[in-house]
């Protein structure tokens, strides 16, 4: 009887429609707190840019904005990590502009990074870079989750997603 290979695929994909609902949701509870009343505020997801742009008055606001738009992420299952900061600037009418870039792969540096780690843990396992994603083979089931539990401590720019567990 052939034994029968197991897989996972390790991705940093993002659902962008649970980000556009965080974004609505931040939205509409920044309209109603009480420290934005009267002042310029605004969440802009572009999604074809890839890009979240926060803009208000001061940047303890922004720090606000932020707060409530991560709190939005976090209960709809996206990592805080999936935001990475690209600039502060000066916005027109003395506001402050926040740019960030939406992380939704897993950069050639951190793809070795994830392999070396995989194969320190001296598993049967291996493990292949496709191009956004790794996909990692093994006949163990254990072994397959105990590299998940091991990637899952790691300190990592993107957010990882295990896909496809078979």
């Known amino acids: 009887m052939a ?41 802009d997801l572009n999604v074809g840019a890839k890009t979240l742009t926060l803009i208000t008055s001061s940047d303890n606001k922004i720090d606000a904005m932020r ?30 502009k926040y740019t960030y870039k939406i992380v939704d792969t897993i950069e050639k540096d951190e793809a070795k990074i994830i392999q070396t780690e995989i194969k320190s843990l001296k598993l049967k396992v291996s493990a292949v870079n496709q191009g956004d994603e790794i996909r990692v083979t093994g006949k163990n089931i254990d072994d397959l989750q105990t590299v998940m539990k091991h990637l899952k401590t790691l300190e990592l720019k993107a957010p990882l997603v295990f896909d496809n567990f078979r």
Do not use: P
Request: hydrophobic fraction near 30%; charged fraction near 35%; proline fraction near 0%.
């Open 67 to 96: 707060d409530i738009l991560i709190s939005k992420m976090n209960k709809r299952g996206i990592s805080i990590n999936s935001l990475e900061e690209l600039k502060k600037e000066d916005s027109s009418g003395g506001n402050r």
């Open 3 to 43: 034994t029968k290979e197991h897989q996972f695929d390790i991705s940093a994909k993002l659902d962008l429609q649970e980000m556009k609902n965080a974004v609505i949701q931040s939205q509409k509870e920044i309209e109603t707190r009480y420290d934005f009343k009267g002042i310029s505020k605004e969440i």
